[in-house]
């Protein structure tokens, strides 16, 4: 089945610009989305098809994908921005929706 | 406003049967593909099953297989998930979702809020 990687944590101060990487085998070829969770609540997606972002998503949200890796990139990082983000993209497998493991963001 | 509510999680042991249900409201349900994702506590998020539109057409998760099954009411606007044989490890907070046909996207755009299934004796 395919493997979707992320660093575990990413640490960032307040207004800087925050990057959390997603690996997989030539994942460039399929498109990325991503999703923050805050704790105790559900997933919201704020990515999607690699760079595009949902309607009430704040264009401080990003996204690219090539090659092996695709990048959320978060800039001017806002205290409220601390959450747990989930890549995922879809594969046929046979358990084709697939997430990665999840990057705790914290803000310092 | 567009909103998906689970019910019916809750403790149960070891080899138990447990029905979950998802109310879809604010959207033409029968026209959404929908899903279970589950999430053990501490842990990632991990895809469970999916339904087509018309409940045709269903995948379920390696390690669900043969033991939940995934079906829908498109008249009352809801999903199941009757999960039978249930063991330690499907403890997890199950979300349902839905993902968009017109146009296909693969994404979960609207999530539930979860509810807690705990296996234990």
Same mark, same amino acid.
């Given at each position: 089945?395919?493997?979707?990687?992320?660093? %575990?944590?990413?640490?960032?101060?307040?207004?800087?610009?925050?990057?959390?990487?997603?690996?997989?085998?030539?994942?460039?070829?399929?498109?990325?989305? #991503?999703?923050?969770?805050? /704790?105790?609540?559900?997933?919201?997606?704020?990515?999607?098809?690699?760079?595009?972002? %949902?309607?009430?998503? /704040?264009?401080?949200? !990003?996204?690219?994908?090539?090659?092996? &890796?695709?990048?959320?990139?978060?800039?001017?990082? $806002?205290?409220?921005?601390?959450?747990?983000?989930?890549?995922?993209?879809?594969?046929?497998?046979?358990?084709? #929706? +697939?997430?990665?493991?999840?990057?705790? *963001?914290?803000?310092? | 406003? +567009?909103?998906?509510? $689970?019910?019916?999680? =809750?403790?149960?042991? /070891?080899?138990?049967?447990?029905?979950?249900?998802?109310?879809?409201?604010?959207?033409?349900?029968?026209?959404?593909?929908?899903? #279970?994702?589950?999430?053990? /506590?501490?842990?990632? *998020?991990?895809?469970?099953?999916?339904?087509?539109?018309? =409940?045709?057409?269903?995948?379920?998760?390696? !390690?669900?297989?043969?033991?939940?099954?995934?079906?829908?009411?498109?008249?009352?606007?809801?999903?199941?998930?009757?999960?039978?044989?249930?063991?330690?490890?499907?403890?997890?907070?199950?979300?349902?979702?839905?993902? &968009? +046909?017109?146009? #296909?996207?693969?994404?979960?755009?609207?999530?539930?809020? =979860?509810?807690?299934?705990? +296996?234990?004796?």
């Amino acid at each position: 089945s395919y493997v979707l990687t992320q660093p %575990p944590s990413v640490s960032v101060a307040p207004g800087q610009t925050a990057r959390i990487t997603c690996g997989g085998n030539n994942i460039g070829s399929k498109s990325v989305h #991503w999703y923050q969770q805050k /704790p105790g609540q559900a997933p919201v997606l704020v990515v999607y098809d690699d760079s595009d972002r %949902p309607s009430g998503i /704040p264009e401080r949200f !990003s996204g690219s994908n090539s090659g092996n &890796t695709a990048t959320l990139t978060i800039s001017r990082v $806002e205290a409220g921005d601390e959450a747990d983000y989930y890549c995922q993209v879809w594969d046929s497998s046979s358990d084709p #929706w +697939v997430f990665g493991g999840g990057t705790k *963001l914290t803000v310092l | 406003e +567009v909103q998906l509510v $689970e019910s019916g999680g =809750g403790l149960v042991q /070891p080899g138990g049967s447990l029905r979950l249900s998802c109310a879809a409201s604010g959207f033409t349900f029968s026209s959404y593909w929908m899903h #279970w994702v589950r999430q053990a /506590p501490g842990k990632g *998020l991990v895809w469970v099953s999916r339904i087509n539109s018309d =409940g045709s057409s269903t995948s379920y998760a390696d !390690s669900v297989k043969g033991r939940f099954t995934i079906s829908r009411d498109n008249a009352k606007n809801t999903l199941y998930l009757q999960m039978n044989s249930l063991r330690a490890e499907d403890t997890a907070v199950y979300y349902c979702a839905r993902t &968009t +046909v017109i146009p #296909w996207s693969d994404a979960f755009d609207i999530w539930g809020q =979860g509810t807690m299934v705990t +296996v234990s004796s």
